[in-house]
Nanobody, 125 residues
């Protein structure tokens, strides 16, 4: 069983930056992703990365967010720059030991076996 623990959320003003972290323990994973859920909305994929370092991004965050993975620390990161109020949400990290993500399926939540508890990001205008 892989345990995922997110950190780094907080409150910032529009235009600010935050870096989210997701520390994994208890096992090996191949693909990882960041998802978010805003109040009243469905959870959506934000970004994903696999062990081949292939990345995917939602159109809404391209050019502003950067996903990365530190293999030595077994930690996933999401650098978020130029934050907007519409980025406010609970952010979750997810991981799977076998899922091989492609551009048309990396946002499918059912593909990820392990999930963290989430970290809140609030962006004020």
């Amino acid at each position: 069983q892989v345990n995922l623990v997110e950190s780094g959320g907080g409150s910032v003003q529009a235009g600010g930056s935050l870096t989210l972290s997701c520390a994994a323990s208890g096992g090996w994973t191949f693909s990882r992703g960041w998802f978010r859920r805003a109040p009243g909305k469905e959870r959506e994929g934000v970004s994903g990365i696999d062990n081949d370092r292939r990345t995917n991004y939602a159109d809404s965050v391209k050019g502003r967010f950067t996903i990365s993975f530190d293999k030595a620390k077994n930690t996933l990161y999401l650098q978020m720059n130029n934050l907007k109020p519409e980025d406010s949400a609970m952010y979750y990290c997810a991981a799977d030991p076998a899922f091989y993500p492609y551009a048309d399926n990396w946002q499918d939540e059912s593909r990820y076996k392990y999930w963290g508890q989430g970290t809140q990001v609030t962006v004020s205008s």
